[in-house]
């Protein structure tokens, strides 16, 4: 791998949001997840629903959400914004294991 290829390594998944519907959710970077407990610590809200507009992607891998939805988001079932969050987060932990598990 050269550091081109590197750089630009970028994972999504699909997130089940439950009756057949699912959403895009790319990887978070490490840069916006520390910002993000640092400028939010405490606030679980405000981190999940800037996690959702930083990483739900449309199906053009856009951007799905903006600024504007922030209220919408707000007012979603937790439940659903737990999924996002656990899908834009567990890409990176699974990664961690995998790369701390010891070989045998």
Known sequence: M???TFFNLSRTTQVDLGDGNSVTVRE???KFLLDLQAQHEGDPI???VKL???CCL???GNPLFTADDVPQLESMPMRLVEKIVEGAINMSLEDAKKK???TT
Do not use: F, G, I, V
Request: charged content about 35%; proline content about 6%.
């Open 28 to 30: 978070a970077s490490a």
């Open 52 to 54: 959702a507009l930083e």
């Open 100 to 102: 701390l598990a010891p």
């Open 46 to 48: 405000t981190q999940a």
């Open 58 to 60: 449309d199906d053009d």
């Open 2 to 4: 050269n550091k081109e």
